[in-house]
């Protein structure tokens, strides 16, 4: 959903990075991607209604912590812990790259970001066949970092949505928040009224700063959002 310079690409089974950070060595980073991944593999190996929920779930205390983050963040949002799975293996990564000394981080994976930022990135928005597509942007500073964007939509990106829109982005200080915030209110973007409908979803998930959405011609923004620029 998102486009940036990319300096570094890694994949692990279903997880595509994109990784800008200084010095980030890529077996490392491969093996912490690895770790994370597996985590969450085996972690569903033992509870198979996790995968497969619509729904928030409970965990057990000996949980790993990124199944726990998973879990707080969708049951603050209404769905099901895999909706911000992508969200959080970015997040996660990212604090794994900074707590190596980098300066400057950003993740990407599916369309999920995780950015700590030492210089104003802009980081552009795309939506399908929208006419919006590709022609918005978040002018992001360091001041507002770290932050999380994330996207879904009813038509492009890999996720599961069960609404109509070209694309719902979401910022919030999780990245795992804002992705789980952004299926949540992309389910609710159907219909009549649907833009609508999301904005108002979004005025009831605690911790989110803002949204946008789009669908077709129609373009719709809910609380603070980074600054918004023609790309």
Known sequence: MFFFTVALKIAFKNANIRVLAGDVNSDWLLSKLTILYNQVEDYISKDRFFQVSYEPVQVGVRAPQIVKDMVYAA?????????????????????????????????????????????EKIVGIHAGESAFSDKLAFKVK??????????????VGPSVSLGEADAVVVVAKSTILADAAATAI?????????????LKKAGTIPGIQGVLIIKDDELATWGKLPEIVRN
């Open 142 to 155: 360091p001041d507002q970092t770290p932050l999380g964007i994330a996207a879904s939509a009813g038509q």
């Open 186 to 198: 992309a389910n609710e973007v159907k219909g009549e009224d649907g833009v609508k409908k999301g």
């Open 75 to 119: 049951s603050i949002s209404g769905v099901g812990p895999m909706a911000c799975v992508a969200g959080a293996i970015a997040e996660h990564l990212g604090m794994e790259i900074l707590a190596e000394g980098s300066g400057e981080v950003i993740v990407e994976n599916g369309g999920d970001i995780f950015l700590k930022l030492s210089s």
